[in-house]
């Protein structure tokens, strides 16, 4: 998450993280949530870079790219071990 400093990448990862724990319907809790959207915007952000050469910027772009990063690995999460995360 370039460009948005310490506290928009916890405000940013905790609110893709809740987004993504709605979306899957799993029960995660605050801190699984910041770390998942946190995760999940560094897998899709390098996932995308890789493969398209670029990725969506700023505020609203991060939180997109986070929330659908977090969700998938969510869905990893549940192909591997076959249960929701807790």
């Excluded at 996932?47 to 998938?72: D, E, K, N, P, W």
């Amino acid at each position: 998450m370039e460009g948005l400093g310490w506290i928009g990448t916890l405000v940013v990862g905790g609110l893709a993280g809740w987004i993504a724990e709605r979306v899957m319907r799993s029960r995660i809790g605050l801190l699984g949530n910041i770390m998942l959207g946190i995760a999940g915007a560094v897998v899709l952000n390098f996932l995308l870079i890789r493969f398209t050469g670029t990725t969506y910027g700023g505020l609203v772009g991060q939180l997109i790219v986070a929330s659908i990063g977090a969700c998938l690995l969510i869905f990893a999460f549940r192909l591997v071990t076959g249960r929701n995360p807790r």
